[in-house]
């Protein structure tokens, strides 16, 4: 009989109540041919070699948690703490008042990683920006590299002997915070987390590296502060309770007031410039040669933003210059 309890890494123990047949031995041989396994073998030595399945009770073969949480067909009825708890507000605090939309995302660990991922691009806000000339690239609220492995890592890293709590993510206005049940392993700190290595779950990472969700173990951290940098975004809020993990991201303030603008594309890149121009303020001809339309179709969106006051026009006929609105608070 195996050691229930003393073991360092809870993933690699199997079980209780579960069987062979809870897991979906067609994902696993799909999972085999499409990864990066360089071995051609059977679902069940895959299994047996990365953990997957042990041995209990005198041979039979019996799912691990990390097994069963990669390549189960029902993880959650014998682990009901491991699925995710998504929660979407209208403003910047976690208040019941703003609750917009609650999901209780339940499956195999690379589906709750794709659930939640689709999810929080589709809410969060796109547009475009205009890095030199007339033409526009696009322009998110946040990186969509951050966010994924943001949610691979609160997945992969969470303690899964708390068996109270699940993943929590919580979608903000301009901000999403991960929580991840149970704090950070000993000797790792918030302050050194981008230079520390620890791996708690090794079997449920071992799966994730195979599949193409983790591309270089230990780095996950260190690519989201690298792509928040080049995006020009906050290093990422960290907080360390003893009972969770808190990472928080900010994302770009200028789509959000696009979409509260409530600005088509031509609105918004004209508006774009007009903001960027400053104190100084800019023409209509200045506006085409940027975006290389005509002056007549300048004018004609223009008028748009004038009568809905957000922009202002001020100078002469041959002077006229435009400026942002500034709105009274």
């Known amino acids: 009989m195996p050691n229930w309890i003393e073991i360092e890494h809870i993933d690699s123990l199997p079980v209780r109540g579960a069987t062979l047949a809870d897991i979906d031995m067609g994902r696993v041989e799909r999972h085999i041919q499409a990864g990066r396994s360089q071995q051609s073998e059977s679902p069940l030595d895959y299994l047996q070699r990365q953990i997957g399945i042990v041995e209990v009770d005198g041979g039979q073969l019996a799912p691990t948690l990390g097994g069963l949480l990669c390549f189960g067909m029902e993880p959650q009825r014998h682990l009901p703490h491991t699925g995710v708890s998504l929660t979407r507000y209208t403003g910047q605090t976690a208040n019941s008042q703003q609750v917009v939309d609650i999901r209780d995302?339940?499956?195999p660990l690379f589906d709750l990683i794709d659930q939640a991922d689709a999810y929080l691009w589709a809410q969060s806000n796109h547009g475009f920006r205009l890095d030199s000339g007339p033409r526009r690239t696009p322009f998110d609220q946040y990186p969509r590299t951050a966010i994924r492995e943001l949610i691979v890592n609160a997945l992969a890293h969470r303690d899964y002997?708390?068996?109270?709590?699940?993943?929590?993510?919580e979608m903000f206005k301009n901000e999403i915070e991960w929580c991840s049940p149970g704090g950070l392993p000993p000797g790792v700190t918030v302050e050194n987390i981008l230079k520390s290595q620890y791996?708690?779950?090794?079997?449920?990472?071992?799966?994730?590296?195979?599949a193409g969700y983790i591309e270089q173990r230990g780095m996950g951290l260190d690519t989201v502060a690298h792509v928040l940098r080049e995006e020009q975004l906050p290093f990422p809020q960290m907080e360390d309770t003893g009972a969770s993990?808190?990472?928080?991201?900010?994302?770009?303030?200028?789509?959000d007031k696009h979409i509260a603008l409530g600005?088509?594309?031509?609105?918004?890149?004209?508006?774009?410039?007009?903001?960027?121009?400053?104190p100084v303020g800019i023409s209509a001809r200045e506006i085409a040669d940027r975006l290389e339309w005509s002056i007549r179709t300048v004018n004609y969106r223009m008028q748009e933003l004038l009568g809905r006051k957000i922009v202002i026009r001020e100078g002469s006929t041959s002077r006229t210059r435009y400026h942002v609105h500034e709105q009274e608070t």
């Open 199 to 210: 791996t708690r779950n090794p079997v449920i990472v071992g799966f994730l590296f195979d």
């Open 161 to 169: 002997r708390v068996v109270g709590s699940r993943v929590k993510i």
């Open 105 to 107: 995302l339940r499956g």
């Open 263 to 278: 600005l088509d594309t031509p609105l918004a890149q004209i508006y774009t410039l007009i903001e960027s121009a400053g």
């Open 245 to 255: 993990f808190l990472i928080r991201i900010q994302g770009h303030g200028a789509v």
